[in-house]
Each structure stands twice: as structure tokens, then as C-alpha cells.
């Protein structure tokens, strides 16, 4: 039977605040190994993240009372606005701006308990399937708010998954080079042409690959 953990903090998380939120499977298990896992987790984040979600996710599609858009987009009765994501083989990054106060640990519990549940059935596993609670950084100025966006999209090529963040489909990179996604509903994000941020990002790869390097070295 799966081990679910419903998680409560301590911290007050306040509508309007930005997070950069992050959490890793345990023992860094792959368990973002597949297309159709990363695909059910993004699709758990965008079902859950509803003020007057009820039901199961897995009802919801077994009786197709869910379709999937986009989880940078504008959407009605939310808890939180998406403003950037990374899934990575065993963890994920996410930046969201809360709409809601003192949703958020609900949201990420249930999320999380959902999707274990998902690939402790899919994977014939019991036990729990995160490292820890997760954690949560909250962005306090809009320099922050840009660098952080960097890191969490340069994760992939940090990791030598990809040499370039577009060619990495499970992010949200490739949203912020829809102009009207930054012109439009980004707004929080203070760089509003795709051709600038882009370059942004990229001027940073070799430093953030460097960086990785040290410190794996210094750790080992």
C-alpha cells in the first residue's frame, strides 16, 4: 500500500508571494524517466491547482472530465500562477506566484500523494517516493526573480541533457519565447521579448555548467 504524506509547515505562504519550489525523488530514483511520467505529473499540477477541485485526478480521467492546455496559461479559480517549471529525471522546479493564502503546502501535499500513488501502481512499488518535504525559496526582488527563472531553465543543460533549454520539452523555456506569453500573462517577469531572454539564459550556460563542475568536484 503506498505511503502517502499530507505536509504541514510552519511558514505562512501569503497570496501574492513568489517560491521557487523544488523537491527530489528518494535515492534519486528516475522517476521523470518517461515521457508519459513527466506528462501525468504536469497534468496533476495543472488538476489540482483549482480552488474547487473535489474529485480524484485519476477519476477525472477515467470518466474524461479533465483536458490538459497548459500550465502557463490563464486560467479561472486558481490556487496559484504558474510563472516557470523544470522537470528533470529525478526532481522537479517550480516558480509560482500563490493566488491563494496557505494553499500551497495542501497543493504540493496533494500533488505529490497523487502522483506517487500514479507510479507506485504503474511501477508494482510501495513506499514512499520523495526525499523530503519540499523546499521552498521565496523570491523577494525582481533580480532574484530573473535569475532564479535562468537556473531552473538551464537545468537540463547544466545536466548535460541538452545543449540548448529549447530542446528540453518538459520546461517552461520555450513558453517565454511566445512574445505574447511575456507580454501578456508573464508579467511578473521584467524581460519582455523572447530574442532578450533568450539571451540572458544562454550567456549563463557555460558559467552554470562550470559551477556544477566545482562543486560536484568539492563535494567528491
Known sequence: MTQNRTMYRKEKFLESEIYHICNKSISNFGIFTYP???NRFIETLDFYNNVKSERKFSNALRYKKYTFQSLISEKSNCLIKFLGYCIMPDHY??????????????YIGTVENSYTRYFDLKSSRRG???QSEFKCVLIQS??????VS???????????????PEDWEYSSYNDYMNKNILKKYLTEISIKSPKLYKKFVDNQINYQRKLKMIKKLILE
Request: aromatic content about 10%; glycine content about 0%; hydrophobic content about 40%.
Open 150 to 164: 535562468r537556473y531552473i531553465h538551464l537545468n537540463p543543460v547544466t545536466n548535460y541533457l541538452v545543449n540548448k
Open 93 to 106: 522546479h517550480l516558480l509560482v506566484k500563490l493566488l491563494r493564502s496557505n494553499f500551497l503546502s495542501k
Open 128 to 130: 514512499p517516493l520523495w
Open 36 to 38: 508519459s511520467n513527466i
Open 142 to 147: 525582481n533580480e532574484q526573480l530573473l535569475h
